[in-house]
């Protein structure tokens, strides 16, 4: 296992470590470019498998992709906690025996009890999606030990962070501070982070923030919230939880929705912050950037990166947030 300062770094120590000579990567279609980006800077010729509307593998157009590419690694992910993947468990084990690598991307299921791969290779995660620290990844490899570890931080990234992090807290908190000026500070931290190149070791402040995680009561926390709010969800004509309903295992990383229309996803984030809730897109679409393309992606894909929000479900919040959450959906929803 080795922590490092991102999950883009984490999947980098994995390709590394991999050492492929052929480079053909099978990545996810619903996915962002931080995933991707690794994999075509160190040459890899990379194409995408398409996802349904309920987030599992579309198995046929899978196994199509897979003749037609014959990958040497596969990048899959369960989303925002649920498990999406066991479907497909029997197929990724007979292409890990033909040898293609498999790299599981364990960040949405974190703190979920669903299973992981057996068939896996390698599993990446990004720690920052989970909690307040300024920065966060952890590669695991199942073939060997890592060789070259991170052992240098990015002090400067750390220390842009952290001054972002502390003067939003002063803003919210204490009323200290310019509006424009915190957003400007947490902007050029993330644009720092977005742009850090090679594998960097995790900063102490972070190690310091994980190793005094209460991951019992995150857990608790978070499935108490979205069992609350999704009820409320479910009974919305506008908007549609993508998971209904919330297995035993599932410790959710948001309470993803779709909107029914299009048009609707915009005036909903911007409902919702006009409110103090803050609901990200979680993924914008790639296409276009950085050279990237969604040319051939299914038109469920298309679909999903046009309507999909994130509601938050944190342990930062409890039932009382999560009411009040669901009253202004509710306003939005009979608009």
């Given at each position: 296992m080795a922590f490092t300062s991102t999950g883009r770094g984490a999947i980098l120590l994995a390709i590394a470590h991999m050492n492929q000579q052929r480079k053909v990567a099978l990545l996810p279609?619903?996915?962002?470019?931080?995933?991707?980006?690794?994999?075509?800077?160190?040459?890899?010729?990379?194409?995408?498998?398409?996802?349904?509307?309920?987030?599992?593998?579309?198995?046929?157009?899978?196994?199509?992709?897979?003749?037609?590419?014959?990958?040497?690694?596969?990048?899959?992910?369960?989303?925002?906690?649920?498990?999406?993947?066991?479907?497909?468990?029997?197929?990724?084990?007979?292409?890990?025996?033909?040898?293609?690598?498999?790299?599981?991307?364990?960040?949405?299921?974190?703190y979920s009890g669903i299973p992981r791969l057996t068939a896996a290779d390698y599993y990446v995660t990004s720690l920052r999606k989970w909690f307040g620290i300024p920065e966060g990844g952890m590669a695991l490899s199942l073939k060997g030990p890592f060789q070259d570890k991170p052992t240098h931080i990015d002090g400067e990234l750390e220390r842009a962070k952290l001054d972002a992090l502390y003067g939003k807290y002063r803003y919210i908190m204490e009323g200290i501070g310019e509006k424009p000026e915190v957003l400007g500070k947490c902007r050029d931290a993330e644009t720092m982070l977005e742009n850090q190149g090679g594998i960097h070791a995790l900063g102490d402040c972070s190690k310091a923030i994980l190793a005094n995680v209460a991951v019992a009561a995150l857990q608790k926390q978070r499935r108490e919230n979205y069992g609350f709010l999704v009820q409320k969800v479910n009974a919305l004509q506008s908007i549609e939880a993508v998971?209904?309903?919330?297995?035993?295992?599932?410790?959710?990383?948001?309470?993803?929705?779709?909107?029914?229309?299009?048009?609707?996803?915009?005036?909903?984030?911007?409902?919702?912050?006009?409110?103090?809730?803050?609901?990200?897109?979680?993924?914008?679409?790639?296409?276009?950037?950085?050279?990237?393309s969604l040319e051939n992606a299914s038109q469920s894909v298309k679909w999903i990166y046009k309507h999909i929000l994130c509601i938050p479900v944190d342990q930062r919040y409890g039932l009382e947030d999560m009411a009040y959450i669901a009253d202004v959906l509710t306003d939005f929803d009979g608009r």
């Open positions: 279609s619903f996915t962002c470019s931080s995933v991707i980006l690794p994999f075509v800077e160190n040459g890899y010729q990379v194409d995408y498998y398409d996802i349904e509307k309920d987030l599992t593998i579309s198995k046929e157009r899978f196994l199509e992709k897979v003749e037609k590419m014959r990958p040497s690694v596969i990048l899959v992910q369960n989303y925002y906690g649920f498990d999406t993947l066991t479907p497909m468990e029997e197929v990724f084990g007979e292409l890990h025996k033909q040898g293609v690598i498999i790299i599981e991307d364990v960040t949405h299921s974190l998971f209904a309903t919330m297995p035993d295992a599932v410790v959710p990383l948001f309470l993803p929705v779709f909107t029914v229309a299009e048009s609707d996803r915009k005036l909903l984030q911007d409902f919702l912050s006009a409110r103090s809730v803050y609901a990200p897109i979680l993924w914008p679409s790639f296409d276009g950037e950085k050279g990237l």
